[in-house]
Each structure stands twice: as structure tokens, then as C-alpha cells.
């Protein structure tokens, strides 16, 4: 590093991790990033694995649960009553079709229906009139057109709209003069066939994140979670992370810590797991006994797959596969650059929010998932990530310009899952470095400390990335 670009650093590294040296975050020296049920496996189903540490009588559950995960559903009424009762409005029909090989979807091209990006849709209204629908979404949602845009639909009825996507492109110069080309997405909603879109409509594009490690973030203590929160910043680090709150269909419970979702909306994986069902597949649980087609859309005129469409037989399976994907193991971490980045990921102030390491606490009836020291690099808290990452869309506490901090273990392999795989939300970043470059708000300091590095040592921290 020459003179100029130390001093540099120098200037900046206290506005990204103020009194925290690197030495207060730690550096992983085992690679079993998921703990002891970590896998070696890293080629392209490398995210489809049990955990290596899963008891043998527990493989048939998980090879179940992957069935119902996998496979298609069908139109009710069918032979394969099992799995029957998609629609009458969805869009995919299984979660793989979102979760490819379990891992990241991906924006679609001109002609091709978006299977495994979707929007998200609320409007702004009176909190006092809307007041269940706050309580039990965290949003009000969308006259007619519910809580997310259904693209695709049964024989008989209609896709609610057709959604486009274009690119905006713009430049971001580094500190040494290159010039890195970033993308952001605009999305029209077209064709709405229920009745014109409502004015004020919120939308928010979300792609499907990867399945690993599921289980063992539900395993983080939550008062391992909470020491981490600073909605004030009274340490003066520039990071202000705070835990969502949020509606758990359990218990009938307000205010639970919320760990799941791109904004942290979900208390747990079966939570998450049966509202997807509803959102994405239009079949019912008991969890999530109302789909999102709403009384105007009439779709009860249809046959469905049963009062409930996922017995709790089958969404306990669906529970356990998701919450036993494991994690894989760390790669090259005896690589110099590697070594080299991961103390450049700490000093630029990146782990404030991606915190490195957790040892999870007891589950009941899974000692695989118990007691396990993991190195996730989340802190499953909201942080503000500043405008250009902005969708201005509330859910539960989190505004429209707070995110919840996502795990980066098994982020390397990430394009050998699913090569038209991209980063952040809406995959809009389609290397790592667009991804840090698109960071803003809480992560400003950090983005700038990665512009302020020559070309070597950005090279080092991706690598360090990649090896995760």
C-alpha cells in the first residue's frame, strides 16, 4: 500500500469500526463454517446436502421434506392429492422453482416469466383503521392485489399482471481510477387484470435466498442477537442495527424477534417455509390457513386441495428439510490472499454487521443443530443501507431503507449453484464487488474503505468472499 492510499485507509477506518481494532472481531481458523454438520462437498449441490452430523433415522425425514420441496405441485383436484391445490394465483409451483438447487434465484430475461423474483406490494393507509392488518403483516396490503404480485395462474383464471424488468446502468469510480459499471432494476407492473393497480402502491422485488444454515440461525440464542442491538449508536460506530418485531402465527404473539426474510419478517422456519406456500404457491396450513388471492379475485370458485393443502404431516417434513441444509465447508483458507482479505473484511468495519462466529444453544430432539460453533458473518439485525438500496416499502419496524443483514457462509459458491445467480435482494449485483459497492447508509464508511484500496488488495478481500 503506498503512502497516500494508507493514510487514506488510515482516515477512514475509524468512521467504519470507530474503537473496534480488527482484533475485536474474529478471524475463522476452522473451516466447518456450520459446525460439525458442515459438508466438504463445493460443486453444484453443494447447498442440497443434510447435515453431516444428522443422525441416520433422521435421513428419511429430510429425503421426504425434499420430495415435498422439490416436486411440483398440482391443480387440485388430482391423483397426487398429496401435493395438489396450486393457485388459483401463484407464482412457481415448488420451491425449488425459487430456491434453484436450494440455493439463489435470479432476475428473468425479456420473454421469460419471472418464476423466482417476485414483488412485494403494500399501500400507505390510516394505522388505525388497518390496525389487524399491521399487527398480523407488518404492512397493509394492497387493495385486490394482496401481499405480493401472483405472475402465473391456473387454467381458467388470470395471472394477476405481467411484471417486466429493464436495467439502469451507472459508473463507480475506485479510488485508483477504475471504473466498475453497476446495474439497478426497474420493474412495471403491466396488465393488471383485477381492476386498476391502487394509488400509492408500495412495491418491493425480492429474489429467493439460499437454504443453508437455516436451522442453526434459528439455533442463535436470541439474547446473543439482541447484545448486538445499537438503535442509537451510542457506541458511536456509525452501525445503529435493531431487531424486527414481528407476528408469530403460533403463538398469536406480537413483537417476536423476526430472523427470516429479507427484512427479518419471520420469527422461524416453519413460519417462513408455510408462508411461502400461501405467497408463492397459493396452498393453505394450518399456519397460513388464507392464501393472498383476496374476495374480489374469486377464487374460491375453484376446487382447492383440501381445507388445509399442506397437512402438518407434510409441513413438519418440509420444516425439517429446511431447517437441516447444511453449510459448506470454507475453501483455500491457507491461501494468503485469502488470510490477507479476511483481515481487510475486518478492518474495513464489514464485520460490525456480518458478524463472524455464534455458538447456537439447545433444540430440542436436534443435537445436530445444538451446541455447533458457526461462522455465519450475519447479525440478523436491520440496518439502514441508504437510498440506492431503498424500497421504500415498510414491514413490521423495518423502513423502507433497512435490510436485514445477510449471512455471507457459502456466498463463494453462490454462481456454481446457480450461474445466473446475482447479490442482494433483487440480484441486481452480479459480482461481489457491485455488491459492495451498492452498500450505503450504515455501510457507507466500509463501501468507502474498499473504494480507497488498490487493486491487489480488493482482489484479496473477494478472495476472501469466495472462500466462504
Not at 407464482?91 to 434465484?105: A, E, P, V
Not at 433497512?402 to 457459502?410: H, V
Request: aromatic share 6%.
Amino acid at each position: 500500500m503506498n503512502m497516500l492510499r494508507s493514510g487514506l485507509l488510515a482516515l477512514m477506518l475509524p468512521l467504519a469500526s470507530s474503537s473496534l481494532a480488527q482484533t475485536d472481531y474474529p478471524i475463522q481458523t476452522n473451516p466447518k463454517s456450520g459446525g460439525e454438520g458442515s459438508v466438504a462437498q463445493s460443486d453444484h449441490n453443494a447447498y442440497s446436502l443434510p447435515q453431516a452430523n444428522l443422525a441416520m433415522s433422521e435421513r428419511l425425514n429430510f429425503s421426504v421434506g425434499n420430495s415435498f420441496f422439490r416436486n411440483p405441485w398440482v391443480i387440485a383436484p388430482a391423483s397426487t392429492d398429496a401435493r395438489d391445490g396450486l393457485g388459483p394465483l401463484f407464482n412457481t409451483n415448488s420451491c425449488q422453482g425459487c430456491h434453484i438447487k436450494d440455493g439463489r434465484g435470479h432476475p428473468h430475461e425479456p420473454g421469460e416469466p419471472p418464476v423466482s423474483i417476485f414483488l412485494r406490494l403494500a399501500v400507505l393507509g390510516d394505522p388505525d383503521e388497518n390496525a389487524e392488518a399491521i399487527r398480523q403483516h407488518g404492512f397493509i396490503p394492497a387493495p385486490v392485489y394482496g401481499t405480493q404480485l401472483q405472475t402465473a395462474a391456473i387454467p381458467g383464471m388470470e395471472p394477476e399482471a405481467d411484471l417486466l424488468l429493464e436495467w439502469k446502468e451507472r459508473e463507480e469510480k475506485l479510488a485508483d481510477g477504475t471504473v466498475v459499471k453497476l446495474r439497478e432494476p426497474v420493474f412495471t407492473i403491466e396488465n393488471p387484470r383485477y381492476g386498476p393497480l391502487p394509488e400509492g402502491l408500495l412495491t418491493s422485488p425480492r429474489v429467493a435466498p439460499p437454504m443453508i444454515g437455516l436451522g442453526l440461525l434459528e439455533a442463535i440464542p436470541e439474547e446473543d442477537i439482541l447484545a448486538a442491538e445499537d438503535p442509537d449508536d451510542r457506541d458511536g460506530n456509525g452501525i445503529s442495527g435493531r431487531a424486527n418485531r414481528v407476528w408469530d402465527k403460533a403463538t398469536k404473539t406480537s413483537g417476536v424477534l423476526g430472523r427470516f426474510g429479507l427484512k427479518a419478517a419471520e420469527p422461524n422456519v416453519m413460519q417462513q417455509s408455510m408462508g411461502a406456500f400461501a405467497g408463492d404457491m397459493g396452498l393453505t396450513s394450518t399456519l397460513a390457513p388464507h392464501t393472498d388471492c383476496t374476495p374480489e379475485q374469486g377464487c374460491e370458485r375453484f376446487p382447492n386441495g383440501g381445507d388445509i393443502e399442506v397437512s402438518d404431516k407434510i409441513a413438519n417434513f418440509v420444516g425439517f428439510y429446511a431447517s437441516s441444509l447444511a453449510v459448506p465447508e470454507r475453501r483455500d483458507m491457507d491461501d494468503m490472499d485469502v488470510q490477507k482479505g479476511a483481515k481487510l473484511f475486518n478492518e474495513a468495519g464489514c464485520a460490525a454487521c456480518h458478524t463472524p462466529r455464534y455458538v447456537t444453544g439447545q433444540v430440542n430432539g436436534r443435537p445436530d443443530l445444538s451446541g455447533q460453533e458457526i461462522w455465519p458473518y450475519t447479525d440478523l439485525l436491520l440496518h439502514d443501507m441508504g437510498p440506492g438500496l431503498a424500497d421504500n416499502r415498510p414491514e413490521f419496524i423495518a423502513n423502507g431503507q433497512e435490510w436485514r443483514t445477510a449471512p455471507l457462509w457459502g456466498v463463494g459458491l453462490a454462481q456454481l449453484i446457480n450461474p445466473r445467480a446475482g447479490f442482494l435482494h433483487d440480484s441486481r449485483a452480479r459480482t461481489l464487488e457491485e455488491a459492495i459497492l451498492w452498500h450505503g447508509g450504515e455501510a457507507q464508511a466500509a463501501k468507502e474503505v474498499y473504494r480507497a484500496l488498490d487493486a491487489q488488495q480488493r482482489a484479496t478481500l473477494i478472495r476472501f468472499l469466495e472462500s466462504l
